[in-house]
């Protein structure tokens, strides 16, 4: 069975709804985002295959979902370096960012030097807002993951796709293919042209609001804030 999918648009109205009759508030939801994150970076990189995990945040609630992500893996154990270049004057990423920093959890300017210094990356650039070309500075950072041979996680989006149409035919992410993608609520339409392993994360939709908007509540297990789906990416 396929999974179904949530365009870009559905997306951000889902993300309004549960922030207003869904009572939940962002702080909620982007953190049990960035906890289904640090999940799968523990499922797809134990400690013993290296500890150290390159954050790289997006100006936008991707972006959060990646420093809230951090601050889990430091708790279990990783060593995490964040690459934040467009910090949010909004409250909340700065009360995120102030906690990794009272962790002592550094923070670079220098993507390329600390991509050689890393066990695994995520890639919380840009999620299901994102649109057009990349604009600076990130060009240099997209073109950086898509030729490493660190193994990349993409939250919600590889970044740089588009949501609806996939990956991009020219600029710095053509030819980028993450190891791992975590879609977050529900897979967006650009999963059927991804080839790694799928994960889906965002275990808080309630079954009338995953009927509203066509969705299925994936088979979270026990106390698990994730699911892999096949490796064909939508299917279960
Ligand atoms: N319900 C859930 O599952 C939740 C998901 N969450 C995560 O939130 C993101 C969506 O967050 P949003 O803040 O709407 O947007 P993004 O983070 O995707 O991106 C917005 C910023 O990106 C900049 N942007 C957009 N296009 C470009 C571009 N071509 N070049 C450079 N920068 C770009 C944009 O910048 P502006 O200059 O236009 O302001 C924005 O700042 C979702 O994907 C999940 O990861 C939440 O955590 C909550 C629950
Ligand atoms: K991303």
């Given amino acids: 069975m396929a999974l179904r999918t949530l365009n870009a648009k559905n997306a951000a109205a889902l993300d309004k709804e549960l922030m207003s009759d869904g009572a939940f508030s962002v702080d909620q939801l982007m953190e049990l985002a960035g906890l289904a994150v640090s999940q799968v970076v523990y499922q797809l990189q134990p400690l013993q295959k290296g500890r150290r995990v390159l954050v790289a945040c997006g100006p936008g609630n991707n972006g959060g979902d990646g420093l809230v992500a951090a601050r889990h893996l430091w708790h279990y154990g990783y060593q995490p370096t964040m690459y934040y270049p467009k910090q949010s004057k909004n409250e909340l990423y700065q009360r995120l960012s102030k906690q990794l920093k009272d962790l002592d959890i550094p923070f670079t300017e220098d993507f390329d030097a600390a991509l050689k210094q890393t066990d695994h990356v995520v890639d919380s650039i840009f999620g299901f807002s994102f649109s057009g070309e990349v604009r600076e500075p990130f060009p240099k950072v997209i073109e950086a993951l898509r030729d490493t041979k660190v193994p990349v996680l993409a939250v919600d989006a590889p970044s740089s796709w588009n949501i609806e149409d996939g990956p991009p035919d020219s600029g710095p992410g053509k030819g980028f293919m993450p190891e791992a993608l975590i879609s977050l609520t529900a897979p967006k339409p650009l999963v059927q042209w991804f080839k790694g392993r799928h ?38």
């Fill in 199 to 236: 994960f889906i994360g965002g275990r808080f939709l309630s079954k009338a609001v995953a009927e509203k908007y066509d969705l299925d509540v994936p088979p979270y297990q026990g106390i698990d804030q994730i699911v892999e789906v096949g490796t064909e990416g939508q299917r279960l």
